[in-house]
């Protein structure tokens, strides 16, 4: 049972003979919540398709709860929400409608909807504040609103592994803190989760492990440092020096707004 | 009303009911994954499996489902192979489809009226067998259809999101361009190859006008289907026209008489939707009163009048009140 919820081990991804993934050694412990921060195109999306499958690794080894990927198939235990621009699709479909596929990983073919599924449903469409919105098309919602219809889809199944990508991009602040509470209380239960995000905002004080991608390689994993939870933070604070390789002296790779402060303060 | 009683009235009838609740509830799947066209494409690649049962003897029914299926298994395979050049590769398919089953026609000394039948239909020469087949057809694609909906829709609402679900995304997309492909089948009798498409998606297109969700735009669009062909089938009884067309035309009439609602729906939303809300960045507080004076200028450093500062900010001492611009009005102090 301490086995860790998430392991790669040497991982590398090859997108169309391009490199996008490169010697990634990362475990994701039970009950942590893990922030892949990193510029775009630093390889960040992919590494959590990759944990999923989503993504086929051309070297090393993913496994989910222990269990190698391509022989993992208790895929109730884990929810995705996945990066789009919203939820609508060709036909019109009520926030319920989507939210109810989230129940997909637990229900079987032909069956109709039972009432635990009925109520995780509602009690995932509570947890985002769509209450009022359930027969509403999700087309007709703000693109903060489908946001978190997507992430209710995700929460309905309960899962114990939480992945999600880019969560909160285009999401209003309002809505975040929202999100930022329903992720609170999944954490509580004692999920795990993995989330992908350019700035963490009103998400920083649940992440307790960063990672910071670079190139395709993890260039920073530890607590996450105050930098990251504001692209733009008004510093009440030192940056007292600039962690350099032992060897070159050359200062280490991180992301971002990292680099920023370090300009401000050569 | 007797025209409707006679025994070929009664099959025509019972095909365009088979046909028109199976083409629309596959439609849905098709429209909602943005491949509207696929039974078009579809349809033509059935043309080709027509003429090769002509050529051989064999019911044509039979070698339209067997090219028909694996026309649609090689379009998806194209499809998700996800080359940049697919529809390119699609667009070869449907028209080496129809050039194939026109030039098989030929060969199998078949008239070009034969093949028409096929191409536009003749719901009014199916046999009881016919019948049978299209009824069996159609039964097998409507319980697939609605009794896997949860799943289908899930897969074409989002395919990645369906894989991390455990769902065998691959199998369910098969399965939608197999019932396609069937369905393209069933209605080539009733509306004919060519214009089995138009069943597909036009009665889905009319649903979702009015409805909000996909539940209700599926019953809607088998419901609508149904009307049509019925109605099509009976109206080109009494007018003598072709059943086939005749379906079309009132599916897409249903559709013109539709689309205003819909215009009208969706306009009642957009006002019914709340206002995002504007805070004022400088909310009137309590111990102030707004001041209702219109300024010529702004108060400043030129402006002439007495400038007392005040706490943050400078009061300005003006027809013998001070007062101070806050945000889009001004405070009494």
New interface residues.
Partial sequence: MNDPVVTVADGAVELGGRPVLRGIDLAVRRGEVLAVLGANGSGKSTLVRTMLGLVPTCRGEVRLFGTPLEDFHDWRRVGFVPQRVGAASGVPATVREVVASGRMSRRRPFLPAGRGDRDAVEAAIDAVGLREKARDGVATLSGGQQQRVLIARALAGAPDLLVLDEPTAGVDVHSQQAFADALGTLVARGATIVLVAHELGPLGPLVDRAVVMRDGRVAYDGPPIDAFTDADPPHGHDHHHVERDQHTGDPLPVASPLDRAREERP | MSLLTYDFMIRALLGALFTGLAAPAVG?YL????L?LMGDGIGHIAVTGVALGLLTGTSPTVTAVVVAVIGAVVMEAIRTSGRTSGDVALALLFYGGIAGGVLLTGIAGQSAATLNTYLFGSITTISTSDVWVTAVLALVVVVLAV??S??L??V???Q????????NVRLYNLLISVLAAVTVTVAMRTVGLLLVSALMVVP?ATS?QV?????A?LFGAMGLGTLASLGGVAVSAFVDAQPGATIVLLALAFFVAAYPVGVWLRRR?RLA?PF?EHRDPFPLEDEHTAVPETHAHEHGDACGHPAVPHGDHVDYVHDGHRHAVHGAHYDEH
């Fill in positions: 849905t429209v909602q994954r943005r509207a009794g896997l949860p799943q829709f899930t074409s609402q989002d990645e999101f369906a894989r991390v679900a455990g769902l889905v979702q409805t909000r969700g996909f539940r735009t939303q939707a995002t």
